[in-house]
């Protein structure tokens, strides 16, 4: 059974920081591409970075410079770690991957960007 579970949002001020880890099981972890996707209240989902399994990373433009994506396979765990955070970075954020086919998703962590 596959699951995905995050943590690590909160609440941080404009220009503050977070990290969020998104814990694996239930996949070969090491070979899957990861993915952290976010929504905001009234918008749609986007997709903010990937990472696959030989470490390529890729950004959205509103988030290169500010946010790095990782991952650490021995503990089937990927992260985000988001500086200079912005309200419009407010958001919740799930992590999502595809295995045999199948997509799947965490219930999704909040942050809240506010002063």
Not at 22 to 29: D, L, N, R, T
Not at 56 to 74: H, L, M, P, Q
Not at 103 to 110: P, S
């Amino acid at each position: 059974q596959v699951q995905l579970v995050e943590s690590g949002g909160g609440l941080a001020q404009p220009g503050g920081s977070l990290r969020l880890s998104c814990a694996a099981s239930g996949i070969i972890f090491s070979r899957n591409t990861m993915r952290w996707y976010r929504q905001a209240p009234g918008k749609e989902r986007e997709l903010v970075a990937s990472i696959t399994g030989i470490d390529n990373t890729d950004y959205a433009e509103s988030v290169k410079g500010r946010f790095t994506i990782s991952r650490a396979n021995g503990q089937n765990t990927f992260y985000l770690q988001m500086n200079s955070l912005k309200p419009e970075d407010t958001a919740v954020y799930s992590c999502n991957t595809i295995y045999l086919s199948r997509n799947y998703w965490g219930k999704g962590t909040l942050v809240t960007v506010s002063s």
